[in-house]
């Protein structure tokens, strides 16, 4: 059966005088002042207690639009595993500049929940490094700033409104009613935004819902200043997209893939992960090593004293190559730092065999983010990515390719020179697989991460590994949600892999000098 996120779900463009935006199911997309976007989303979440987002349906039975209004109501349904949460809401767009979104609901079961309500992304273009002006909910106001590198905590607390410029002349404020509001730094957990939620994470969680309790909010985006235009201005329905290649290039990073039955090997090594509480981890370990590869050797341990020699016991009967330990503790998502030292007592170096011991996080970079002290003993740092964290559909994985350079950028500044190593990234079940892919790999190497192992499940890697001991070129593109690029150099040539992730076919691509058309969801190899 296809999978219905593998491609994005069509939208409708609506206007709120020099306001442009994507409407779909329920939810403003891409809200954009001109060229320059304002806004990446506003919809309702609701999360479970596990934090899973209970699906949505929507169904309309106002839909009007103008050159420069427009207005939606709406009945909505989430329901999932006996959770039913029910709400009415209206979007309307004025020919001011303004945006209001409103939702009134109630559960239909009871259950626990740990997020009901409005959220708003900020995009990270506009925002990041940028000032801006809070008002809390006592009416005090504070002029802050949106992080640069990826803030291990929240930003903002107890918030309003939230006021930043735009464009020059030209201020939005964001204005939350109906909850408590916060931001998040979404780069955390690789997506490329900031998120304004309810309800705060400092209370209890979670909380019991049950038929007869209201959730009652809105979110109002109101432009300001003498220089915003009366009218929308829009980009071309389909510009040419430029991508730029820069004198800077990058060391192709070693390139692996998650150990998994009914794969063949490909890469330059191969995670395994070793759950001791599984009484068949050998069996596992056993055949990732017949691969023949290098292993990446996960461990998952509470009692790394204990489980530790037992490892050491089954390698010395394999006796692979090893590439690196990555300690993680059954009980919590980041390393303890006694794991590190007494793995490096394990597995202590052999003249002429060294072995390098990861601390980090398998859950999320937050998790690292918020511990960092956990990597001083250790040799190289880790942490995952998961591109579907927040939400599973085609547009966010493909947002989150560029939310996964800041997380290196960030890991710098308190890794003390270790080399980064992502492992494992979770590859999305999407038509542009493959150039998701390249791009990630792109994303990750411009960082200077040194290794990356793919999670695949089950499908092969792309033709890219064959480059491994080259180089990367950094390239950017003018709209990398619609066509970006890995380009790699070698002493013969320099090859440019080129994906478009929309839909449609795009009729001008410039790079390099050279001009490219590709079909929807497609990859084209052009030699520059």
């Given amino acids: 059966m296809p999978n219905p996120l593998a491609t994005p779900t069509p939208t409708r463009t609506v206007f709120a005088g020099p306001l442009s935006a994507q ?47 427009f207005y939606v109501e709406l009945e909505a349904r989430h329901e999932l595993d006996g959770i039913v949460f029910e709400w009415r809401g209206s979007l309307r767009g004025d020919a001011g500049g303004s945006i209001r979104v409103e939702m009134n609901g109630e559960p239909k079961t009871s259950f626990l ?68 509001f916060e931001t998040e730094d979404q780069r955390n957990w690789s997506d490329y935004t900031f998120k304004t939620y309810s309800t705060r994470l400092g209370l209890p969680i979670p909380v019991p819902v049950k038929p007869g309790d209201r959730v009652e909010q809105s979110v109002e985006l109101k432009l300001t200043g003498t220089a915003a235009p009366h009218r929308h201005s829009v980009r071309p329905a389909e510009p040419p997209v430029e991508i730029a290649l820069h004198d800077e290039t990058a060391p192709f990073p070693k390139v692996g893939t998650v150990f998994a039955d009914g794969l063949s090997a490909v890469g330059a090594h191969t995670r395994v ?49 090893v590439v690196r330990f990555l300690l993680f503790p059954a009980s919590r998502p980041f390393t303890d730092p006694a794991a590190v030292a007494e793995a490096k007592r394990i597995f202590a170096r052999d003249a002429g065999h060294e072995v390098s011991i990861a601390a980090g996080s398998r859950g999320a970079f937050a998790d690292l983010n918020r511990n960092r002290t956990i990597v001083a003993n250790a ?122 992730f929309s839909g449609e076919p795009v009729g001008e691509i410039r790079i390099g000098g050279q001009a490219l058309k590709l079909a929807p969801f497609e990859m084209k190899t052009a030699i520059l």
């Avoid at 939810?27 to 934090?51: H, K, Q, S």
């Avoid at 590198?149 to 002349?169: K, N, T």
């Fill in 23 to 69: 409407y779909e199911k329920g939810e403003l997309r891409y809200v954009r002042f001109g060229g320059r976007e304002v806004l990446r989303r506003i919809y309702v979440a609701v999360r479970d207690r596990n934090w899973e987002t209970i699906p949505i349906q929507v169904k309309e039975s106002v839909f009007e639009s103008t050159e420069s209004t």
């Fill in 113 to 180: 929940r740990n997020r009901i309500g409005l959220c708003v992304l900020h995009p990270m273009e506009t925002c990041s490094g940028r000032p801006c002006e809070i008002e809390h909910t006592d009416g005090r106001r504070e002029s802050s700033q949106f992080p640069e590198l990826v803030s291990p905590h929240q930003p903002f607390l107890d918030l309003r409104a939230l006021s930043y410029e735009v464009a020059p002349g030209v201020q939005a404020e964001v204005r939350f009613t109906g909850d408590e």
């Fill in 273 to 321: 992960d070793v759950d001791f509480a599984d009484p068949d981890w050998p069996i596992r370990l056993q055949a990732a090593a017949a691969w023949q590869l290098p292993l990446e050797i996960a461990c998952l341990s509470d009692r790394p004293q204990n489980d530790l020699p037992l490892l050491k016991e089954e390698l010395t009967k394999l006796n692979p190559a």
């Fill in 379 to 500: 040799d190289e740092v880790v942490w995952p990515v998961d591109p579907y964290v927040h939400a599973d559909d085609y547009r966010t994985v493909i947002e989150n390719l560029q939310g996964q350079m800041d997380p290196p950028r960030t890991a710098r500044v308190f890794s003390g020179g270790r080399p980064l190593v992502i492992s494992a990234v979770v590859v999305p079940d999407i038509a542009a697989r493959a150039g998701w892919v390249a791009v990630s790999l792109k994303q990750l190497a411009q960082q200077g991460v040194s290794s990356i192992t793919y999670d695949l499940s089950g499908v092969a890697l792309p033709e890219l590994t064959r480059f491994l001991g080259t180089e990367i070129v950094r390239s950017t593109s003018s709209d990398p949600l619609r066509v970006d690029a890995l380009t790699v150099k070698t002493k013969e040539k320099t090859t440019a892999f080129v994906a478009n």
